[in-house]
Structures are given as structure tokens and as C-alpha cells.
């Protein structure tokens, strides 16, 4: 059974930063691109980050270019979104998702569950 978890989130002053942590288990972590998503209230989801498998190139949306970072640790099946210089506009519920780019069946994909961030003073 597959389970990404997120962690990390909470309440936190404009201007400050969080890291957010998804754990993947009952996957081979390493075949897969880890993505960031986030929902605000009232808006659809959107990709705020990806990191591919075999050298971790990555995208950010422009809304979070410059201010946040994704990277993975593989050996820990763990993908981080490290979020500097948070503004309201970050406020959201933010989830892990994971889709096989090797392997069988490609495109094979999960979602975790999500964790909160309130970005407020």
C-alpha cells in the first residue's frame, strides 16, 4: 500500500519560512518525480514545484521562483519544500504528489494528504 505523508506545516508571520517534508512509503521512491501542490481556499490546485528522478532537475511556478526550493533525498524516500519569504498569497493546503516516470506502469501516480499553511500576522 502506497502512503505519501506531508508534514511541516503551520501558522507562520509573513516574511518567514517553513519546510515541509513528504515521506513516501510502498514505492521505489527513486523512479519517481515528486511534485508540490498547493489549494487555497476557493482556488483550484496548483503545481508549485516538481523535482524529476536521475538528477533532480526541477520547476517552480513563477509565483514561487526565487523563493522556494524542492529537493529530494532518495536514500530516505523524502521530497522537501523548503519556503522562504512567505506571504499571505502562500496560504494554502499544500500535498505530495508522486508519479512514476520508470519503470511499469508509467504514469502511475499518488497523492499524500496534505498539511496547512497559514501565512499571517
Known amino acids: 500500500q502506497v502512503h505519501l505523508v506531508e508534514s511541516g506545516g503551520g501558522l507562520v508571520q509573513p516574511g518567514g519560512s517553513l519546510r515541509l517534508s513528504c515521506v513516501a512509503s510502498?514505492?521505489?521512491?527513486?523512479?519517481?518525480?515528486m511534485t508540490w501542490y498547493r489549494q487555497a481556499p476557493g482556488k483550484e490546485r496548483e503545481s508549485v514545484a516538481t523535482?524529476?528522478?536521475?538528477?533532480?532537475?526541477?520547476n517552480y511556478a513563477s509565483s514561487v521562483k526565487g523563493r522556494f526550493t524542492i529537493s529530494r533525498e532518495d536514500a530516505k524516500n523524502t521530497v522537501y519544500l523548503q519556503m522562504n519569504s512567505l506571504n499571505v498569497e502562500d496560504t494554502a493546503v499544500y500535498l505530495c504528489?508522486?508519479?512514476?516516470?520508470?519503470?511499469?506502469?508509467?504514469?502511475?501516480?499518488?497523492w499524500g494528504q496534505g498539511t496547512r499553511v497559514t501565512v499571517a500576522s
Open positions: 510502498g514505492i521505489t521512491f527513486s523512479n519517481f518525480a
Open positions: 523535482i524529476m528522478i536521475v538528477g533532480g532537475s526541477t
Open positions: 504528489y508522486a508519479e512514476r516516470k520508470r519503470g511499469w506502469p508509467i504514469g502511475e501516480a499518488y
